[in-house]
């Protein structure tokens, strides 16, 4: 893991420590409440940044880097639904994935039944963003190997975050763009032109390369790359 510096709350930094590589975040007892909006920015930034970063599966035992023991797997139930993280039984901190901690921050929501159907005229398969393996979406809504749903990095939420940063800090981004540029993220019309173009030309409909792939992934990457240069 690499301690990162990021914006508190209160005023001052906070040195957090990442593991990207696992897509997984340690927070320090009470560290996670006191990350202000502009650091949860910052945090999209640095996993866009690493978004080629190899990518390999937490370990079935992780050591709490405070103390040693073993940290414990802990399902717990957030305002945007189920969310898990590795705790230590000493009360050090906690792991927690990219995933769970946007989830938790009510960043991430599940896919309406709208969009799903909508993203299954153009991808067959999706990674998961909780683990990374694959989901096809013409018959799972969840995946089949950590049960996560498909969830898709929310538009408004980002937006409200953007205006307090906007207001509190002068940041000069313009929240009313965000929406816009998080539909582009899921890229739902223009892939269905782009499918209809593979189709005609004999290549497969799906192509796992896009963003898109990773939707939540996918999101960040769009709304970074339009709006937080």
């Known amino acids: 893991m690499q301690a990162e510096l990021f914006e508190r709350a209160a005023g001052g930094t906070l040195v957090i420590d990442i593991c990207y590589a696992c897509r997984a975040i340690w927070f320090d007892q009470m560290e996670s409440a006191q990350l202000a909006p502009g650091g949860t920015i910052e945090l ?21 880097p405070r103390c040693g023991a073993a940290l414990r797997l802990t399902h717990d139930i957030a305002k945007t639904g189920r969310v898990s993280y590795y705790r230590c039984g000493a009360s050090h901190g906690r792991l927690t994935t990219f995933f769970h901690f946007l989830r938790e921050k009510k960043f991430v929501r599940n896919l309406t039944p709208q969009e799903l159907n909508s993203i299954k005229a153009t991808l067959a398969e999706v990674r998961c963003s909780g683990c990374g393996g694959p989901v096809n979406i013409t018959r799972d809504t969840a995946c089949g190997y950590c049960r996560a749903p498909l969830s898709v990095l929310d538009a408004q939420a980002v937006e409200k975050a953007l205006a307090e940063l906007v207001t509190r800090q002068a940041h000069g981004t313009d929240p009313a763009q965000v929406a816009a540029a998080m539909h582009q993220a899921l890229m739902i019309e223009p892939r269905r032109a782009e499918a209809r173009e593979r189709r005609a030309a004999g290549l497969p409909a799906a192509d796992l390369s896009l963003p898109a792939a990773d939707l939540v992934l996918g999101g960040i990457s769009a709304l970074v790359s339009r709006l937080l240069k």
């Open 44 to 64: 999209f930034r640095k996993i866009h940044q690493h978004r080629d970063d190899g990518y390999h599966a937490l370990p079935e035992r992780m050591p709490c």
